[in-house]
C-alpha cells in the first residue's frame, strides 16, 4: 500500500507544501504574526493585516502551537473547498475546530481515523501529527490531523 511497484518506500510529500512543517515528529502548522499588532494568522496572511487599527504589512512567518482544546467538532460529510484537499472517492471524516494553546486561535483540521464525533469533547486537548492523506502511484500526500492527547499518551498514535 505504501510501496510503489518496485517496493519501495514510497515519499512523504505535503499535500499543501509551506503549511507545515513535516521534518521530525513535532509538526507544527506555520502561520504568520503581523509585526505590527502581533495577531497570528493561520493560513498564512502575508499583504496586510485584517486587524482595522493595524496598518502594518510586514509579517514573520511562525511555527504555531502544536496543542491545543477542541472548541467544536462536526463530522464532515461534503468534499470541503480548496484549497483543502480530499481523497478521492472522498470519505466522511470528523474535523475538528481546536483552539491553539498560545496563540487562541481556532485552526481546523481532520481528526485521526479510528476517533468519531462520539470520542470528543469540547475542551479535550489535542496535539497535531502528521497523516497520509491520500497517495498516488509515486508518493504518499501527508497532511495535518488532530489526534486526542489521550490517544497519544496510549499507544503510538498516527504513524510518523
Ligand atoms: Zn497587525
Not at 510503489?4 to 515519499?11: L, T, V
Not at 503549511?19 to 496586510?48: E, N
Amino acid at each position: 500500500m505504501s510501496t510503489n511497484e518496485n517496493g519501495e518506500q514510497k515519499p512523504r510529500v505535503p499535500v499543501l507544501e509551506g503549511w507545515f512543517t513535516h521534518t521530525d515528529d513535532k509538526p507544527h502548522l506555520l502561520g504568520t504574526q503581523c509585526k505590527g499588532c502581533g495577531t497570528y494568522y493561520f493560513p498564512k496572511q502575508t499583504s496586510y493585516c485584517k486587524n482595522p487599527a493595524c496598518d502594518s504589512e510586514h509579517f514573520e512567518v511562525v511555527e504555531l502551537s502544536r496543542t491545543g482544546k477542541v472548541w467544536s467538532f462536526t463530522n464532515a460529510c461534503y468534499q470541503p473547498p480548496e484549497p483543502f484537499v480530499s481523497p478521492d472517492p472522498f470519505v466522511p471524516y470528523t474535523i475538528a475546530a481546536v483552539e491553539l494553546e498560545k496563540e487562541k486561535m481556532i485552526v481546523l483540521g481532520q481528526v485521526i481515523s479510528g476517533v468519531d464525533v462520539s470520542d470528543l469533547k469540547a475542551g479535550m486537548e489535542m496535539e497535531l501529527v502528521l497523516d497520509t492523506l491520500f497517495e498516488d502511484a509515486s508518493s504518499q500526500k501527508i497532511t495535518w490531523k488532530w489526534q486526542p492527547v489521550a490517544n497519544a499518551q496510549n499507544s503510538k498514535g498516527a504513524k510518523p
